[in-house]
């Protein structure tokens, strides 16, 4: 849906979750391709991709960092979430299974079997509240991807000080687990959560909501019919409404939304590559 650039728009992300969500893309996108040339370090776009980096060693000292930047992004949104339950007086219950939480509930399980009905013809769009099952689902890939390959990167990373309470067998593992979990997070982020989020039809070629912060109303009231029609009967949408970005604000956004979706892709190819052609 385009915008005319001048009507108020629907704000739905904070600029903090909007900064930290573009940290987190640097920040995996330098993990991916570092860590995939550590991987496929055999292969010759490995090689040549290295030299970008400044060798291998290098590569590995940035994948260090950039893990640090991820943790750092992890932590921050925890804090903000209890920054968030004080500020609008939530108990822990209501923080986590409240109307707007990202936690699943029945209605997620209501939606999934009405969307494939959807896609079968067979009844219309689920009204969609605030968050899709979709999105929970991938909020909570990056709480899984954090918990295991955070905790085994940081195995390979101080071995000396992990070996005191396991055993050194384990680290061995722990390569594995990393190796292979990473390639798993790689080819869900790069496939499924960008088909997800950019490539279906309603939103295809980008959606850049998650860099503005804003979306039209009318896109909002068709995308999340359950949020606005709440919103709209409380008498609290014009809350949300606010001045679109200036034009070069958004060209912007966009040649970094494509910068990331073609790295992201060309990652994929070149797994493909190595794991049909060159795989040891
Ligand atoms: C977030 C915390 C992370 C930490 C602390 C971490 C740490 C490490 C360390 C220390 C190594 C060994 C590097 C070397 O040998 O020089 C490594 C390897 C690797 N990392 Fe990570 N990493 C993290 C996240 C990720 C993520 C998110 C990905 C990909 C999505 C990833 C993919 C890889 C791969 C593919 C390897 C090579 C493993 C192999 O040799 O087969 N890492 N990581």
Redesign the pocket.
Known sequence: MKHNGTEKQYLRFTRLNRTLHIIMIVS?IS??L???I??FSYTGWAVLLSHLFGG??S??NI??F??VM??GIFVTHIIDLFRMKRHEHLSLKELLFGKNSMMFNRKDWRDFVGNLKWFLGKGPRPNYGRWTYWEKFDYFAVFW??FV??ST??M??FPEFFTRFIPGWFINVA?II??DE??L??GFIFTVHFFNTHLRPEKFPMDIVVFTGRMDVEEFKNDKPEEYEELVAKGELEKYLVEPYQPIVIKAVRVFGWTALTIGFSIVVWIIYAMIFTYR
Request: without cysteine; aromatic residues 12%; hydrophobic residues 60%.
């Open positions: 995996f993990l991916s570092t860590g995939m550590l991987k291998f060693e590569a590995g994948h260090r950039a893990a991820m943790f991807g954090i390959i955070g990167g940081l390979l990373w390569t990393h190796s990473a390639l997070a790689v």
